[in-house]
């Protein structure tokens, strides 16, 4: 059991990673140091998970710091990942779906044509009382028959692409919330659900616009990264700022279906989930990742509800008609 002195190099390494994802899980207090750091946080934990099966196979005792770093921080280990739960719900209630639709792949970035009724079959097979579209574009979306109440709205005058939110209910109180100096935004509607009003939130943040050109191996090439990235969470924080003062006025329960373009870990998730339910951490499977970015999996689309809902189950579809996967929820009241 005794380690070597290279061995104890890496225990160093393996612990000093582990503390730093404990860190940016904000398992202690909420920690945003660079910004792109909270982003990594679940390759950090990819690491520390391989440092995990290493250490089992050389039978050392490092691999107690893993078993520690996950009693420690359970609950924010929720954010990440789920355990599989295969319980079928046994009763029904309000569905709630969110999908960025990447404009129905009107720039051919599939080579199909078929794409914006492929969605529009999901959406009917699955059959949800609400969805939340993200990257909707007016020109190339199918009609949506089955939801008679549809809210479309661009952040650009008389622009083509914006935010849409289709309802088997009838919507009132629409109203957009505009983000300065931004192609994204959020919109709301209220609809009546067995005799109470709910608000239903379609939020789309800032984009980080991270791509594999990007590179950290220059100091000079790190400095403009780290800037640019900082200065779009910045930029969320506005876009957050501008929402909660359009809910504060909210006297209602509310759904918020939402696509960060950050992270469970990040400030933006912190402030949008606030003291709401995060319908993953309840009842979500594995990683939950809705979006790829650089090929390693991350979950940015979310679907917030106010305590006065429960979570009865969630679901993260494996669907490969947008970059990012749809979500769906069912809730019923308390």
């Known amino acids: 059991m005794k380690l070597n002195f290279a061995l104890k190099i890496v225990t160093l390494i393996n612990f000093v990673l582990l503390t730093l994802q404990l860190f940016l899980m904000g398992t202690f207090w909420d920690f945003y140091p660079y910004p792109f750091l909270n982003l990594m946080v679940p390759v950090i934990a990819l690491v520390n998970l391989l440092f995990f099966i290493y250490w089992i196979f050389k039978f050392k005792w490092p691999l107690f710091l893993f078993i520690f770093s996950i009693l420690i921080g359970y609950k924010e280990w929720g954010k990440l990942y789920q355990l599989p739960n295969n319980a079928i719900p046994v009763s029904s209630g309000l569905k709630v779906m969110s999908f960025n639709v990447r404009l129905f792949n009107s720039y051919q970035w599939m080579d199909s044509k078929e794409v914006p009724q492929s969605i529009e079959n999901f959406i009917i097979k699955e059959n949800p009382d609400l969805v939340c579209l993200q990257e909707y574009s007016k020109e190339y979306s199918p009609k949506f028959k089955n939801y008679p109440y549809q809210y479309v709205v661009s952040p650009q005058k008389n622009g083509q692409h914006g935010l849409c939110i289709l309802s088997k209910y009838k919507l009132f109180n629409q109203n957009p ?146 970059d990012h996967k749809p979500i769906s929820t069912l809730l019923e009241w308390k």
Do not use: M
């Open 177 to 322: 919330i505009s983000f300065e100096n931004s192609n994204n935004s959020a919109v709301y509607a209220d609809f009546y659900y067995k005799k109470d009003t709910v608000r239903i939130y379609n939020v789309h943040l800032e984009s980080l616009r991270i791509d594999l050109k990007d590179t950290l191996f220059t100091q000079q090439h790190s400095q403009k990264f780290f800037k640019r990235i900082g200065s779009v969470i910045d930029k969320q924080a506005l876009q957050i700022d501008q929402f909660e003062a359009v809910d504060l006025k909210n006297n209602h329960p509310s759904i918020i279906c939402a696509d960060l373009n950050n992270n469970a870990f990040s400030k933006s998730y912190s402030r949008l989930k606030n003291n709401r339910l995060d319908a993953f951490s309840l009842f979500g499977a594995g990683l939950g990742a809705t979006y790829k970015l650089a090929y390693f999996p991350f979950r940015i689309d979310f679907i917030f509800t106010d305590q006065k809902f429960r979570v009865i189950h969630f679901k993260t579809h494996d669907l490969t008609l947008s």
